[in-house]
């Protein structure tokens, strides 16, 4: 009974807002057992409403002091938080849902946190349909909303978690995972460049490079000539500080016609710089 209501809550929420509130306030008080079986019912729903988000508040701290011994409801909870903070339902703040889901959850639900927060991304395939009313309605939303936060959220988690060290070896993956979210960096700049040289000694895949690649090759013309008119030098000056990084633990061979055009790029407006990543 209590994984049904929790799968139905938004439909009870619709047809009775004031019962459901009152339920959930009493459902606060279950014994473990039964909690569970609500909860997951909750995180099998078929989406995240920022009404019941709000509402559901003091079962989504109960949720992150729960042990799920990993599983799909953990990974759940994970994703209805980052949603939550994705809408402006929650903030980076000390009692916070996101930053308390960061303080303790383990590596590997964090690593999938990132990756549920990559998948926000436009994708390609998207664009390449042609432009469409609903997808510039979601390029609009994208760029106001979503983007911001999300850069937002990676500048909090390098200055609280990767640059003073708490995360260990364990988040290397984590580490690897963030540099995914260079598709979202409207430009390169003097302080997201240290977000990207720091993980880059932890890429473990192919995969993670060559999103990177495919990323930096995106962001080394973006920047506005009438503000910066140095602004495609200074980002082949990132870029190649990037790239001997790079360097420093492999050697791509993959991708390489972004490969290509990262380099041609470094040699036409750094040509100095060039020269030392080519010898």
């Known amino acids: 009974a209590y994984t049904i209501l929790g799968e139905y809550l938004p439909n009870f929420f619709y047809l009775d807002k004031a019962w459901v509130e009152s339920k959930v306030k009493e459902l606060e008080k279950l014994e473990d057992k039964a909690w569970f079986t609500f909860i997951v019912g909750y995180f099998y729903s078929s989406k995240v ?4 988000f709000v509402l559901m508040r003091q079962h989504y701290e109960r949720a992150l002091r729960y042990d799920f011994e990993g599983g799909r409801a953990q990974e759940l909870l994970a994703q209805h938080i980052a949603i939550g903070y994705l809408r402006d339902q929650d903030d980076l703040v000390n009692d916070g849902l996101i930053c308390k889901f960061l303080q303790t959850a383990k590596p590997e639900t964090i690593e999938r946190f990132i990756g549920f927060i990559w998948m926000q991304r436009i994708n390609k395939d998207e664009t390449d349909l042609g432009e469409t009313p609903e997808l510039a309605e979601k390029k609009k939303h994208w760029l106001q909303v979503i983007t911001p936060r999300i850069i937002k959220l990676w500048q909090y988690i390098f200055e609280n978690y990767q640059k003073t060290q708490k995360w260990d070896k364990k988040f290397e993956k984590v580490n690897s ?14 302080t997201n460049i240290k977000w990207i040289l720091f993980p880059i000694a932890s890429l473990d895949s192919f995969m993670g490079a060559s999103f990177l690649i495919e990323y930096l090759k995106d962001l080394k013309d973006k920047g506005d000539i009438n503000k910066d008119p140095e602004f495609l030098k200074r980002n082949a000056t990132y870029l190649a500080e990037i790239w001997s990084v790079m360097l420093e633990k492999f050697a791509p061979d ?25 010898n």
């Open 49 to 52: 409403y920022d009404n019941l």
């Open 177 to 190: 995972e963030l540099v995914n979210l260079s598709v979202f960096l409207p430009e390169l700049n003097e």
């Open 254 to 278: 993959f991708d390489l016609d972004n490969v290509q055009a990262i380099l041609s790029f470094i040699n036409t407006h750094q040509p100095e710089l060039a020269r030392k990543i080519f």
